[in-house]
């Protein structure tokens, strides 16, 4: 079989760089391992950008529980195929593709075959039960992949993967009315915030109290209101997704909304949310949760995307400075998504 060589020609003695996850609550650390060798049904990819998800940080904090260790962090994989196996051959060497956190699904579980393969019994993570993207070659499920519209450059595609696509199913979650509120202006919210004002939408985006900076990035994007978000805004949501993991924020936008609205938890994780009194459900409020994706939503996702000219505000960082980028995520440094790219230069010494 032939492959490309990789970028530093490192294909040759059978080995990659990687940031890999040992331990919870200790930083990533470089390292040289063998690169992965896709079964029939994969592709070996070479990763060109690969987006820092706030789920990356649950998991190597440890608030989310360990499927595998050690563990290569990373689900907003965009990449050249390099090796596809003999049965992925519907994309091809040198083709583009996308690797979102969905790695895989059983098939024959009652969720599977009632078209909720997001709830799947026995699925498999990317950068969770399998190998993520915070290296220089990933191997994925060639039918868990995506095309990504053109009209993306590698680096600004690669928080559609997650960012973009469960932003997206959160949002086709909160119905038809006007006034949507946010609540954590990051990464996700600011996609989901274009496509809401594209349709017409009103959108109202709650921060962190005295988060003047993330409010100024929300209005910049179009939103109506942004504020503190433990005020109330100027009219009643008819609708809110909270993508800050703070439980608190469950009765907050409770009271914020008219009567029938939808609060759509779009985590995986959050802290626990405090008592609170029946009234602030009542009038047919409704709160859910929503996991994960279904292929189905990647491909909707990525049509809209490819019509709607979203901005994606990308800070970039090199793959070798990983745990900084965690970190200025943990932080709240920057406003839109955290991206990293292939750039592994020594500048310490380290033996890697
Ligand atoms: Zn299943
Ligand atoms: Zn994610």
């Given at each position: 079989m032939s492959i490309d060589n990789g970028p530093s020609g490192q294909f040759a003695d059978g080995t990659m760089l990687a940031m890999r996850m040992d331990t919870a609550g200790q930083a990533l650390s470089l390292a040289r391992i063998?690169?992965?060798?896709?079964?029939?049904?994969?592709?070996?990819?070479?990763?060109?950008?690969?987006g820092v998800c706030r789920t990356d940080l649950h998991i190597a904090d440890g608030e989310l529980p360990l499927h595998k260790s050690p563990l290569i962090l990373g689900h907003e994989v965009v990449g050249r195929v390099v090796l596809a196996g003999k049965r992925?051959?519907?994309?091809?060497?040198?083709?583009?593709?996308?690797?979102?956190?969905?790695?895989?699904?059983c098939g024959h579980c009652p969720y599977c075959h009632e078209q909720h393969e997001n709830l799947c019994d026995s699925p498999s993570f990317t950068g969770y039960d399998r190998d993520g993207g915070y290296a220089e070659y990933i191997v994925a499920d060639a039918n868990y992949c995506f095309r990504i519209p053109d009209s993306y450059d590698d680096l600004h595609a690669a928080p559609l993967l997650c960012a973009g696509l469960i932003g997206y199913r959160a949002y086709a979650m909160t119905g038809a009315g006007q006034h949507l509120g946010l609540y954590g202006f990051g990464a996700a919210a600011h996609i989901v915030a274009q496509i809401a004002i594209h349709q017409g939408k009103q959108v109202y985006a709650f921060t962190r109290p005295g988060d003047l900076r993330s409010q100024e990035f929300a209005r910049s994007l179009g939103a109506a209101w942004a504020g503190d978000a433990n005020v109330a805004p100027p009219v009643r949501l008819d609708a809110a997704i909270i993508?800050?993991?703070?439980?608190?924020?469950?009765?907050?936008?409770?009271?914020?909304?008219?009567?029938?609205?939808?609060?759509?938890?779009?985590?995986?994780?959050?802290?626990?949310?405090?008592?609170?009194?029946?009234?602030?459900?009542?009038?047919?409020?409704?709160?859910?949760?929503v996991a994960n994706l279904t292929r189905a939503d990647g491909e909707a996702f990525f049509a809209l995307a490819g019509q709607v000219p979203l901005h994606i505000n990308v800070v970039p960082y090199a793959m070798k400075d990983a745990n900084q980028a965690l970190n200025d995520l943990r932080a709240g440094a920057f406003d839109g998504a955290a991206v990293l790219v292939p750039?592994?230069?020594?500048?310490?010494?380290?033996?890697?």
């Open positions: 063998p690169i992965p060798l896709p079964g029939e049904g994969e592709l070996l990819i070479r990763v060109t950008a690969c992925a051959q519907q994309f091809s060497c040198g083709n583009r593709v996308g690797v979102p956190w969905l790695g895989s699904t993508f800050a993991s703070s439980g608190e924020l469950v009765p907050q936008a409770l009271a914020a909304t008219r009567k029938g609205a939808t609060v759509v938890c779009a985590g995986i994780h959050m802290s626990d949310v405090p008592r609170f009194a029946y009234a602030l459900l009542w009038g047919e409020r409704c709160v859910r949760s750039d592994w230069t020594q500048d310490t010494g380290v033996d890697v």
